[in-house]
């Protein structure tokens, strides 16, 4: 039985939080069609993150949930229940692209998600660990959505210096383009550094 009192690694630990509701501060949304991702159900499989950039506290320990397929049907149930949400985030507490392809929770779900009628993996990441996809068939990267921040130069190599570079990060979104994967972009965070404007113009121009 879920104890709210229980918390932290713990918690995560014994998969109480596998999947959580997110409100975004709209605790008394009423559901409906219209409803694309906030409120939303989220997918929390991992928590922490090696990038360990400078403004991030989800460094340090990380736990990993190693039984994704006991995951599965209960994923199929929430989206099942819930017929409104169309994308489900993959880890906001983690980096979900650089444990693969050694985890195998980003196939798993990708392969799920591509036996559903409407329903599609979502997934923001800083990483440039993508070549793991050319094994996902090409169902499974249809229904995949990745989200990359976009950082300048500065920012990227030295604030976040752990993660893929701004370059690199372009580059994996060309190649996920190129396999089928639906790319997005965002300019988050965004840290004023000196000269942060010009950067972040220079984005993919060079």
């Known amino acids: 039985e879920d104890d709210p009192q229980a918390g932290g690694p713990l918690r995560a630990a014994y998969g109480h939080d596998a999947l959580t509701w997110f409100d975004s501060g709209m605790r008394d949304v009423t559901l ?9 159900w989220r997918i929390h499989l991992t928590s922490g993150c090696p990038h360990k950039c400078f403004y991030c506290g989800l460094g340090g320990i990380i736990t990993v949930m ?42 798993a779900l990708a392969e799920f998600f591509a036996t559903t009628d409407d329903r599609y993996l979502l997934i923001h990441s800083k990483s440039a660990n993508v070549d793991f996809f050319e094994d996902v068939s090409q ?31 372009l580059e994996a979104a060309a190649k996920c383009h190129e396999m089928g994967i639906t790319t997005r972009f965002k300019y988050k965070p965004i840290v004023p550094v000196v000269g942060w404007r010009s950067e972040e113009r220079r984005v993919g121009k060079e």
């Open 32 to 40: 409906c069609t219209d409803h694309i991702r906030r409120p939303a």
């Open 66 to 107: 190693m039984n994704v397929e006991e995951y599965i049907p209960h994923l199929h149930e929430l989206a099942m229940a819930n017929p409104w949400e169309k994308t489900f985030l993959f880890e906001d507490d983690s980096e979900a692209l650089v444990l693969e392809p050694q985890y195998g929770a980003v196939p």
């Open 139 to 169: 169902a499974g990267r249809e229904r995949t959505i990745i989200v990359w921040s976009l950082t300048g130069r500065t920012q990227s190599e030295q604030l976040e210096a752990l993660s893929a570079t701004m370059e690199q990060r």
